[in-house]
């Protein structure tokens, strides 16, 4: 995959601007003040077309992994919050950080520049899903956690995690 130039880049950007606003321009429907809500939705259309045509992702928040994180994230919280006064500080600190790293991984991830670095962040969010996995285990042995839903969602995201690591490494 041949990558462009941010010139060549830049230049494709200002010719699907002029496109979209040049015919609203020419037919006087268009003030030079008007043009601007044009060229940034021209902008931004092409902002997330690959070469190929193919939609590319927005932000993290589209991100279905991201969701699922969130989701496993309101999980932990709820399920901590019944847990003895005496773990506030301990288990049940350590599970709602371990949760909240996941989505905020997947996040800086999608954020950052190139494959590579998001595919780094990906892997965090994996270690931090199998850390949260480690301590309901043992909030279960203990007798904190009962049977519960936290598992099998945890499982879910951990195949969709790696399902999304191999499609982004294929892509390079």
């Not at 690959?50 to 969130?70: A, Y």
């Not at 969010?125 to 309901?136: D, H, K, P, V, Y």
Request: charged share 25%; with cysteine; aromatic share 6%.
């Amino acid at each position: 995959m041949k990558l462009r130039s941010s010139v060549e880049s830049g230049e494709v950007l200002m010719r699907e601007c002029v496109k979209a606003v040049f015919p609203l321009e020419r037919s006087g429907r268009l003030s030079e003040t008007d043009a601007l809500p044009h060229i940034l939705k021209a902008f931004n259309g092409n902002a997330l077309k690959r070469k190929n045509g193919e939609s590319s992702m927005g932000t993290h928040k589209d991100l279905h992994i991201w969701q699922q994180g969130v989701d496993l994230v309101v999980m932990v919280y709820n399920l901590t919050a019944e847990f003895p006064a005496s773990e506030v500080y301990g288990l049940c600190s350590q599970m709602r950080r371990a949760a909240v790293s996941i989505p905020s991984n997947i996040a800086e991830g999608a954020a950052r520049q190139g494959d590579k670095e998001f595919i780094q962040f990906l892997y965090v969010a994996l270690g931090s899903l199998s850390e949260l996995e480690t301590q309901c285990i043992i909030a279960q042995r203990l007798g904190f956690l009962q049977e519960s839903t936290v598992f099998e969602a945890m499982e879910a995201l951990r195949r969709k995690l790696l399902n999304f690591i191999k499609h982004r490494k294929e892509r390079k």
